[in-house]
């Protein structure tokens, strides 16, 4: 979260996320005080949320209060706090995925579950809205752990400098369990080794129209083809971001196919197992550094769950509604809409209401329409108002005059450097342009752009948290990342040169883009 | 007419299949419209043709009337043998599809299509699909219609069959050498990407290409093409576009040019202007179906 800079103060925005009203109605519902508390057992809660642009907005003194809460609670308890907290979430994650299997295996199969649709989907958004509780107050959780890993670090290495201390804390920030998007690249870097290595003639490949390799794959290269269909389908989810966008299909995954061939996927393999080798060898010099005691392994298990659950507990969603999809297509079909991803722009009360009769297709249509222009609400405690859209005014132009001096500062989410041209990435059709090499600059990254990662020799994103998505991934994959710069991409352009010093957090304009580029 | 021939072919082997280079194939009445036509083309475009062979009609007549009277145990091992004695392994499998003597008849176009199967690779398969294939011509319909009309109170009529080795088509669509909306003397190619299945079902809105009599490409549209039909070793799968291939035309210049040559050639060849499904794999144009383009008919991109 970084402060709304130059508005107004008493609100606080989060980072921008291409939320729709359907995730932000889940969200919503559970930010009451009673339910959060209910859910999370944490005394937290946010009874007024807003949406400007894209970015959602917390009051200052809610946040204020929440952190100072949890602050106490942390005093009190100390690291078990921290994981009795992500056991919650990982059940609660695992008990919303179960749920979604349940309700989503048979489309139209009231015998299935004994229930009918209307009961179906309101179970689902029972357990969406029981599970979306803690999405902010995980956040929360999470700089309130990092405080206390920072805390216990200094507690436990008198004598050593702030850099140490610093490379120390790091190194425990790490996944032992490889979340969705490092095994979605990871996979397909071995999809990549697997033609480099069975199939004579791939170097060609790369000379070969993509919608002609489409064809040639699936008719001549059985295995091949079986492999990316099995891939497709285990990962279709990513492709969509809050429920808008196309699943990846197999024809999708043979294009990102063709971007990771123009490198040695052997090579790139084992760059990241040797990249990983380094960083558990590191996390146990850290833990040896705090005196390898219980309690110092104990800290780093709970951090490396977090480190999981950040990515993991948006996934679940995702992937929960990936399995309900036929169900929305059904419900769109009985609602008089024109397909499934209407529904991702109606709250979850205007389907209920709907599907019990209440409402009509024509007042739904104008909601969708309405709300697919960009949308704005204003969520008290209890009541949800969804305004008309206000057309958002271009943003100033932050971009320095003197591009020579433009210098960036983040924060280091994986050191390195690289100096190459950026590429902004916004939405999907900025993913297929970017080529190999360049650098990714971003709001925030997601499992939808993991394709546009897999492609980038750096990362910047205007997005703050240590226990970010780019963390995670620019050190899987050892890619020089920054992080939040705030408004990386608003003062960059694609094509500009760019040197990022991720060690020092540091992005230096080397050469502007054309003004017209 | 008919009765005779039923008897020369029983005589022969009424169960053998004809590779369609056989001259017979080149006859209306023996192979149908469809086979006979590309049977035709095979002298003069012998690289685009696909492989095929031919059930004739009166070999088909002959299976139709055993189907209908004894059991299949009787009948249809001696299928299977004669499609696994005539066919080669082919790595893409076969596109089965009836050939009938009235193709272009109003029973075919009240019928709407008899038969085509696609994507078929087991021998047992394929002699499934030559029964649905020969059977499509006694349909419920079929027959309906013609005791309605009157025309006929048999129990209608066996279609020859056409196997072709399937092409796994990067590219496919139709081409027609004159305009099938204003009767332009110029060549209109509707193309999307993989199997042509989906445009010629209407499925998807194609590209469109028209061409001029000296081959200068006059038009060009691009259809949305949000899906595609893929041939694997599994079957038919059909995937949507993706997003970065929606927005460009399917075929380059030359592909065009390519396939105006063909479509022209089979004109010259059959001596009316055709109406001509064709498909793109590895850089070669490849010959479906070429049939006379009959009358001013619905624009093409809603077929």
Not at chain 2, 217 to 243: C, F, N
Request: hydrophobic share 40%; charged share 25%.
């Amino acid at each position: 979260m970084t402060a709304d800079r130059g508005t107004d103060a008493e609100w606080i925005t989060a980072v921008a996320r291409p939320n729709t009203p359907l995730f932000l109605s889940f969200l919503i519902s559970g930010q009451e005080r009673a339910k959060i508390e209910e859910h999370t057992g944490l005394p937290v809660g946010f009874t007024h949320i807003r949406r400007r642009g894209i970015r959602l907005q917390y009051r200052a003194d809610e946040i204020a209060a929440a952190k100072q809460a949890i602050t106490e609670l942390r005093e009190r308890r100390g690291l078990a706090l921290f994981e009795d907290y992500a056991q919650r979430c990982l059940s609660s994650c695992a008990a919303f995925l179960r749920r979604a299997k349940q309700l989503g295996i048979v489309a139209d199969g009231a015998a299935a579950t004994g229930a009918s649709r209307e009961e179906r989907v309101d179970s689902y958004f029972s357990s969406a809205i029981a599970h979306a509780t803690f999405l902010q107050t995980m956040i929360l959780m999470q700089f309130e752990l990092e405080t206390f890993l920072d805390e216990f670090v200094a507690d436990h290495t008198a004598g050593e400098s702030e850099g140490e201390r610093r490379r120390i804390a790091d190194a425990l920030k790490l996944a032992l369990e490889p979340n969705h998007e490092i095994v979605n690249v990871t996979e397909l870097l071995e999809l990549g080794r697997f033609v480099q290595e069975t199939v004579p003639g791939h170097a060609e490949w790369v000379t070969v129209d993509p919608a002609d390799l489409i064809v040639r794959i699936a008719s001549e290269f059985p295995e091949l083809w079986e492999r990316i269909r099995s891939y497709a389908e285990r990962f279709g989810w990513m492709g969509r971001s809050y429920y808008v966008g196309s699943p990846t299909t197999s024809a999708d995954v043979v294009l990102r196919l063709c971007d990771v061939l123009k490198d040695d996927c052997t090579e790139r393999l084992r760059r990241a197992a040797t990249n990983r080798e380094r960083q558990l060898a590191e996390r146990e010099r850290a833990i040896a550094a705090l005196g390898a005691t219980a309690q110092a392994e104990h800290l780093a298990a709970v951090m490396s769950t977090y480190m999981h659950l950040r990515t993991y507990r948006l996934d679940v969603f995702f992937m929960a509604h990936e399995l309900m999809v036929e169900v929305f297509r059904e419900v769109a079909r009985q609602l008089g809409l024109s397909g499934y991803e209407d529904t991702a722009f109606l709250a979850w009360q205007d389907i209920t209401a709907a599907l019990a009769g209440r409402s009509e297709t024509v007042e739904l249509t104008e909601k969708i329409v309405g709300r697919r222009g960009g949308f704005e609400f204003r969520a008290t405690a209890g009541a949800t108002e969804w305004l008309p859209t206000i057309p958002s005014a271009p943003s100033p132009a932050k971009r320095a005059t003197d591009g020579a001096t433009d210098t960036l500062h983040g924060v280091t989410g994986c050191p390195g450097q690289y100096t190459g041209r950026v590429r902004i990435i916004a939405n999907a059709e900025d993913v297929r342009a970017m080529e190999p090499g360049e650098v990714l600059v971003t709001t925030m990254t997601l499992p939808s752009r993991m394709a546009a990662v897999e492609k980038a020799r750096a990362i910047v994103t205007d997005e703050g948290g240590m226990l970010s998505h780019a963390v995670l991934v620019s050190r899987e994959f050892n890619i020089p990342c920054v992080i939040g710069t705030g408004d990386a991409t608003e003062r960059l352009r694609t094509g500009d040169i760019i040197e990022v010093d991720a060690s020092a957090a540091t992005v230096r304009v080397v050469s502007a883009a054309a003004p017209d580029e | 007419m008919r009765s005779e021939q039923r008897q020369d072919s029983a005589r022969a082997d009424a169960l053998t299949l004809l590779p369609l280079a056989d001259a017979r194939c080149r006859a209306t009445d023996f192979a149908g419209g469809k086979a006979a036509a590309l049977a035709r083309l095979v002298p003069t475009l012998p690289d685009a043709i696909p492989s095929a062979w031919v059930l004739p009609s009166a070999a088909a007549r002959d299976l139709l009337a055993k189907a209908s009277d004894a059991e299949a145990t009787e009948w249809m091992p001696e299928l299977q043998t004669a499609i696994e004695r005539a066919l080669p392994h082919h790595p893409n499998g076969y596109a089965v599809r009836s050939s009938a003597t009235d193709e272009d008849s109003a029973v075919r176009s009240f019928a709407g299509q008899y038969e085509t199967v696609l994507a078929v690779r087991d021998p047992g398969d394929v002699a499934e699909a030559v029964l649905t294939c020969v059977r499509s011509g006694s349909s419920d319909r079929i027959r309906a219609y013609r005791r309605a009309s009157g025309t006929d109170d048999s129990d209608g009529d066996a279609p020859a069959v056409l196997i072709q080795g399937m092409v796994a088509a990067e590219r496919s669509g139709v081409a027609f050498t004159i305009h099938p909306v204003t009767g332009a003397r110029q060549t209109v190619l509707n193309a999307n990407y993989g199997l042509g299945d989906l445009l010629v079902s209407g499925a998807v809105t194609p590209d469109t290409f028209v061409v001029d009599e000296l081959g200068r490409i006059v038009q060009t549209t691009l259809g949305t093409k949000r899906r595609m039909t893929v041939l694997s070793h599994a079957g038919l799968e059909d995937l949507p576009v993706p997003e970065g291939l929606r927005e460009r035309l399917c075929l380059l210049d030359s592909d065009v040019a390519a396939v105006v040559a063909a479509a022209k050639a089979c004109e010259g060849q059959l001596g009316f202007a055709v109406d001509m499904e064709w498909a793109i794999s590895r850089e070669r144009v490849f010959v479906l179906q070429a049939r006379p383009v009959t009358g001013l008919g619905p624009d093409p991109g809603h077929r």
